[in-house]
């Protein structure tokens, strides 16, 4: 994997892209949260394979290993205050009137 993502400065301000590409890999997660499958990817960017393709999958999953997942709560009615507490305490019993926003950092 690690050949074949690179991060430089001078390219695409330093965010992660595909070796010998512009292609970044923000770009690839958001194709497949948009419902494209690998073969529908590789087959709008021809200059990427499926190593490349998995390469990028690999990183992300890599990056959000290492990161550290906060559950916001955001109260939207009086109900949401009853959930107030420790993620393994909370989140079980949330609201179905709570709304709940998960933040990666």
């Known amino acids: 994997m690690d050949e074949l993502i690179t ?3 001078e390219v695409c301000s330093g965010k992660p892209v595909i070796r010998g590409t512009r292609i ?3 770009n690839i997660l958001g194709m497949m949260a948009g419902g494209y499958t690998v073969a529908r990817i590789i087959a709008e960017s021809p200059e990427l394979d499926f190593k490349q393709v998995s390469a990028a999958l690999e990183y992300a999953a890599n990056v959000i290993d290492e990161e550290q997942v906060l559950v916001n709560i955001h109260q939207t009615t009086p109900a949401c205050a009853l959930h107030a507490g ?3 305490e909370s989140l079980p019993w949330i609201s179905s009137e709570c709304s709940i926003h998960v933040h990666a950092g």
């Open 7 to 9: 991060i430089d400065s």
């Open 86 to 88: 420790t993620f393994g």
């Open 24 to 26: 970044m890999v923000k």
